[in-house]
């Protein structure tokens, strides 16, 4: 008996077993990616995106670079000399260490560590900003492909459609209820359409490797895009002042302004006194020591006015950079609307639309039923089929043009970014790179390693 159970599980298990092999063997079903999932991977992967961030970590330097106005500058020294004296040459050698500090450059060190900090954080807004583009590219693209590979299906419907209606009309030639001209018509047509569908198909091709440039990868099954009604703002106002206040170009030039106020005054330091302190400890081949403490105060009387012209470069660049700021929010007030009225303009054409592809539907089974007693010809059946066409088309092409409105006005507003969006995606950190680099001493080594 108990051998009789053992042998009973036994089988059980092995039938289990064997069930659960066979179902991982069979083939998964491909799971269709989110707009929201291509983005997570555009973040991630685009290479553009990736140069950016470098980018920004070279700019990072700037600061450790102008920090190094506070530090001493150390030096090994050895000197060789040959003396020829009435035919006697002596020859003398000798070893040192000089150390310089200055005291006081005029605050150049200064402003040039706060202006160096200033083009930081436009860094960080630029960054952001070139996110905020990838993010739309990929929407774009996204919406390129799902709406062309829509047109490629209903090319192929109307394609079948065609055919079905050649045959017909062949059909009705032979039996003497139709002429030549009907079925001349309906091969026009249908050969016409066979070149629309290799256009049609050409043009996702296209789309795909646009997608793939962006994304990283080929689109395998895509889901259809809804509008994110809940991140869009409340009215057009509301836009206009969220993008003109909190946009990445806004916020980078204004950042700009005040890099270049203080570059200003970094020039104007030139005009002021500087302090120096210098050391030197040196021994010769005769052991004698030296040791020296040198301290020097210059004072700029006239610099061949190269100061100067610096000074009145720098103001001027300050002035251009306080344009760019009225420029960036002008263009940004721009995008905003144009954005927000395409947007409107896409929603309202996809109803209209919409009706339209039902009345083109019912006009077309009307058609063909009086085809059938009589009344209609061929020519009235592939006008009919060609409106229909053409109005799904147009939902395509309309319904592409609302989703890809609505996140440019995300994007004019600054705020298409991964966070707003839930993004399942590690948040790339610039303040990590800037805070492990900013106090350098020494290292040639990259935070990285590299």
Request: charged letters at 20%; proline letters at 2%.
């Amino acid at each position: 008996m108990l051998e009789y159970e053992l042998v009973n599980f036994a089988k059980k298990t092995f039938a289990c077993v064997a069930l659960i092999l066979a179902a991982a063997l069979l083939p998964q079903p491909v799971m269709a990616e989110s707009v929201y999932q291509a983005m997570a991977k555009a973040y991630e992967n685009n290479p553009d995106l990736n140069a950016a961030r470098a980018g920004l970590r070279a700019t990072d330097e700037g600061v450790a670079l102008a920090k190094s106005g506070y530090r001493p500058t150390v030096a090994a020294e050895a000197v060789t000399t040959s003396t020829n004296t009435n035919g006697f040459v002596t020859n003398s050698a000798s070893l040192g260490v000089s150390i310089t500090q200055t005291l006081f450059d005029g605050f150049q060190t200064r402003n040039n560590v706060r202006a160096a900090e200033a083009a930081v954080f436009a860094g960080r807004e630029n960054l952001r900003g070139t996110e905020i583009d990838i993010l739309l590219a990929t929407v774009q693209a996204y919406a390129n492909v799902n709406r062309d590979n829509q047109i490629v299906t209903y090319r192929k419907q109307n394609i079948a459609f065609l055919q079905e209606q050649l045959s017909a009309a062949r059909a009705r030639f032979d039996v003497g209820e139709s002429t030549r001209t009907d079925v001349s018509l309906a091969e026009a047509e249908l050969a016409g359409a066979k070149a629309s569908l290799t256009a049609a198909v050409a043009q996702a091709k296209s789309s795909v490797a646009v997608y793939a440039q962006i994304v990283g990868t080929v689109p395998k099954k895509l889901q259809a895009v809804s509008l994110p009604r809940k991140l869009l703002p409340g009215s057009l106002d509301a836009a206009v002042t969220q993008g003109t206040t909190e946009h990445p170009a806004v916020l980078a030039a204004l950042f700009g302004v005040d890099a270049a106020g203080y570059a200003v005054k970094a020039e104007e330091g030139t005009f002021l006194p500087g302090v120096k302190v210098s050391g030197s400890v040196a021994k010769d081949d005769a052991g004698i020591d030296t040791a020296q403490v040198q301290a020097r105060v210059t004072i700029p009387l006239y610099q061949g006015g190269a100061a100067s012209a610096s000074v009145r470069q720098a103001k001027e660049k300050l002035g251009q950079q306080r344009i760019l700021v009225d420029s960036a929010r002008r263009s940004i007030e721009q995008s905003v609307v144009s954005s927000w009225t395409q947007m409107e303009a896409s929603l309202a054409t996809i109803e209209a639309n919409k009706a339209q592809l039902s009345a083109a539907n019912l006009a077309l089974n009307g058609v063909v039923e009086e085809r059938r007693v009589g009344q209609r010809t061929t020519l009235d059946v592939l006008n009919a089929q060609q409106t229909v066409l053409t109005a799904k088309e147009a939902i395509s092409q309309s319904e592409r043009n609302a989703i890809v409105a609505s996140f440019s006005v995300l994007a004019s507003t600054g705020k298409l970014t991964i966070d707003r969006l839930g993004l399942q995606v590690a948040n790339y950190r610039p303040e990590k790179h800037y805070e492990a680099t900013k106090d350098r001493w020494y290292g040639l080594r990259t935070v990285d390693g590299r």
